[in-house]
């Protein structure tokens, strides 16, 4: 049964139905196949609403509500004339100071199409007219943006925080490296592209210099509050003074505080407009998010996270390496032609307790997830960074995402790192 469940899910995906409804038909299956099932029609519109009658989900729509604020206030601006002003005028400089940004401004957001959206309507303009391609800067940007969803705090880590019961605030600690190790491997390649196609120095030291002759104090006056959102969200929640939750909401009131009365770059008028966007953003989210955790109910009435382990356990019981490598595979693919928060609130139910069973921590098991699908932001054909970085330079899907392949295969390079050296996950959680 949970077999037939997975093929109408994956047929109705190929046919091109809308995916709640496609999870919605696989997951009454089963009872509407068995009268006497426990997982009746009832029993699915029932765990619907239970499903979501937890405090952590809350945290979802205030991290998208706090972004999309940040990304109309143009913080992103701020925060690349920081990185620029002491890595401009290097090899790639000014290609790395934006992918800095979309560090720092994932670990604001929390969303990799946010970052994607805001790093990229203020870095692709800037970085073409320093003469470099307008094709690269966009694959640069949309690649870069993946690491919204990876450096904390992390829409993607609450979804399998809620849906697996891990602690969410563990979970954004883990992210911290490797979203680090994947930014430097990016930078990597920028160096090698600008060192194997040259740059307009002229042109960059002509920026360069006039950032500088701003002064340190001014610029860093410009970026103050742009630099120091994520230190109170991290910070309050590695400290424990508040939940993931709380720092959301926090994130929101420090973000309408900074864009209306600091840098004055909103007003009340905006506010409304970005609540209702917000609003038309999360309301399928939910209701994805609310069927794949009823979807997940129904297969563990069904054992098949038990048949699963027990598989697992069978044939990868004494080679990890393995174990991780098919799941990378089957990661990669799925991200291909799936956003992140379905197959999280699908699959990471079903994988945790057969990852756990060989010994992976469950932790670690997120961040290889949340990775892994990073990457499918990025791959085409329906890599959603592409189609947003897209518009931006006018330019075809595909020929972004080919331009994007060495940067996607410089990701992969810090997965496999990330995958096969837990440490890099879990040392600042001493696990």
């Known amino acids: 049964m949970a077999i037939q469940m997975f093929i109408i899910l994956l047929a109705g995906l190929l046919l091109s139905i809308p995916i709640a409804v496609s999870l919605g038909l696989a997951t009454i299956y089963p009872g509407l196949m068995n009268p006497h099932f426990a997982g009746s029609i009832q029993f699915v519109i029932r765990n619907m609403v239970s499903a979501l009658d937890s405090t952590p989900i809350l945290a979802i729509p205030m991290f998208i509500l706090s972004g999309d604020i940040m990304t109309k206030g143009k913080i992103s601006e701020k925060l690349f004339n920081f990185f620029a002003y002491f890595v401009g005028n290097k090899t790639a400089g000014m290609p790395i100071a934006a992918i800095i940004t979309a560090l720092f401004y994932g670990a604001i957001s929390g969303s ?3 970052t994607t959206a805001a790093v990229g309507g203020m870095a692709i303009p800037f970085l073409v007219s320093l003469g470099y391609d307008k094709v690269y800067c966009a694959a640069l940007v949309a690649t870069a943006g993946g690491l919204g969803v990876i450096i904390p705090p992390s829409i993607p880590f609450v979804t399998y925080g809620v849906v697996t019961g891990v602690s969410i605030g563990s979970l954004f600690i883990a992210g911290i490296f490797p979203g680090i190790l994947i930014g430097l491997s990016l930078m990597v390649y920028a160096y090698i592209y600008a060192k194997r196609n040259g740059e307009d120095k002229e042109k960059i030291l002509y920026k360069f210099n006039s950032l500088r002759a701003k002064g340190f104090i001014t610029v860093f006056k410009e970026s103050f509050w742009a630099l120091l959102a994520p230190v109170i969200i991290l910070g309050g929640i ?31 008028k905006n506010i409304m407009d970005i609540l209702i966007g917000t609003v038309k953003s999360y309301s399928p989210i939910v209701v994805l998010l609310s069927l ?50 379905p197959v999280i609130a699908i699959l990471a139910p079903m994988l945790l307790p057969s990852a756990t069973a060989i010994g992976i921590n469950p932790i670690h098991l997120g961040v290889i997830m949340v990775v892994n699908l990073a990457i499918g932001m990025v791959t ?34 810090a997965l496999f790192l990330i995958t096969y050296i837990p440490a890099i996950s879990l040392i600042l959680l001493h696990q």
């Open 112 to 114: 990799g199409v946010a």
């Open 380 to 413: 085409p054909p329906f890599g959603v960074n592409l189609f947003v970085a897209s518009p931006l330079v006018k330019e075809e899907v595909m020929k972004i995402g080919t331009k994007a392949i060495p940067f996607i295969i410089s990701f992969v390079i």
């Open 292 to 341: 794949a955790i009823v979807f997940g109910r129904i297969l563990a009435l069904l054992q098949a996270p038990v048949a699963l382990r027990d598989f697992i356990v069978m044939n990868f019981a004494g080679n990890r390496f393995l174990f991780l490598l098919v799941l990378n595979i089957i990661l990669l693919i799925l991200g291909m032609f799936m956003d992140v928060g």
């Open 238 to 268: 590695y400290s424990g003074i508040v939940t993931p939750t709380e720092a959301a909401v926090i994130s929101v009131f420090y973000s309408i505080i900074v864009c209306l009365f600091v840098y004055k770059t909103l007003s009340a």
